[in-house]
C-alpha cells in the first residue's frame, strides 16, 4: 500500500504544483521552460508507474474490503458514467465540437466521471484511496481553473467534430472491455 501512496503523492503533487502559480513561474525561471516541462513528465511518470505498481500489489496482497457496493444498484449508473468519461476525454484532443465547449475543461470532467464510476464499483480501501484522489484532486483543479478565470475551451455550434467525439469516446468504451483484463487485471463487467 505505500508504493501506491508514494506514486499517488508524486503523481498528484506534480499536477497540484501547478495550481500554485507562483510557485509554479520560479521552478520554470529556475529550469527553463523545457526543463519544467522536462521534470513535470519524469515525476508524473514516476508517480504513474509506482501506482500501477503499488495497485497490482495491495491487489495480490489481498483486497480490504470498506463496504460491499449493491451490484444491480450502482452498475449501470457507473457503466454509463464510464462511457462519459471516455467521450469526455475523446472531447479533450478532439477537434473544436459543442462538447467540448459545453464541457469547458473536459478531460477533468473525464477523470471525475472515470472516478466517481470506479468508486461506485469498488469498496476496498485501495479503490477508494486510488479514485477518491483522483477524484478529490480533479474536484480541485477545476475549482483552481476557475479562480484563475482560464474559461475551458470556447463555444462552438454542434459539427460533425460532436459526432467523431462520441464515435470515438464510444469505440474507446466498447475497447476498454476487451482489454481492460489484459491492461489491468480486472475484468471490466
Do not use: C
Request: zero cysteines; hydrophobic letters at 55%; glycine letters at 10%.
Amino acid at each position: 500500500m505505500s508504493i501506491l501512496l508514494i506514486g499517488l503523492a508524486l503523481f498528484l503533487g506534480v499536477h497540484l504544483l501547478t495550481t500554485f502559480r507562483g510557485t509554479r513561474a520560479a521552478v520554470i525561471g529556475r529550469l527553463g521552460e523545457g526543463g519544467y516541462k522536462a521534470l513535470y513528465s519524469l515525476v508524473a511518470a514516476a508517480g504513474l508507474i509506482l501506482v500501477f505498481i503499488g495497485f497490482g500489489s495491495y491487489r495480490s496482497a489481498g483486497y480490504i474490503q470498506v463496504w460491499n457496493p449493491p451490484f444491480s444498484l450502482f452498475h449501470p449508473i457507473a457503466l454509463l458514467l464510464l462511457w462519459f468519461a471516455f467521450v469526455a476525454l475523446t472531447a479533450t484532443y478532439a477537434p473544436p465540437s459543442r462538447i467540448k465547449s459545453l464541457l469547458r475543461h473536459p478531460m477533468l470532467v473525464a477523470v471525475k466521471a472515470w472516478a466517481v464510476s470506479h468508486l461506485l464499483v469498488n469498496g476496498d480501501l485501495g479503490s477508494m484511496l486510488l479514485f477518491g484522489s483522483l477524484l478529490a484532486w480533479a474536484i480541485y483543479d477545476r475549482i483552481a481553473v476557475k479562480r484563475r478565470g482560464d474559461a475551458g475551451a470556447p463555444l462552438v455550434g454542434w459539427s460533425l467534430n460532436d459526432l467523431l467525439v462520441v464515435g470515438l469516446g464510444t469505440a474507446a468504451y466498447v475497447a476498454m472491455f476487451w482489454l481492460h483484463d489484459s491492461l489491468i487485471g480486472v475484468t471490466a463487467a
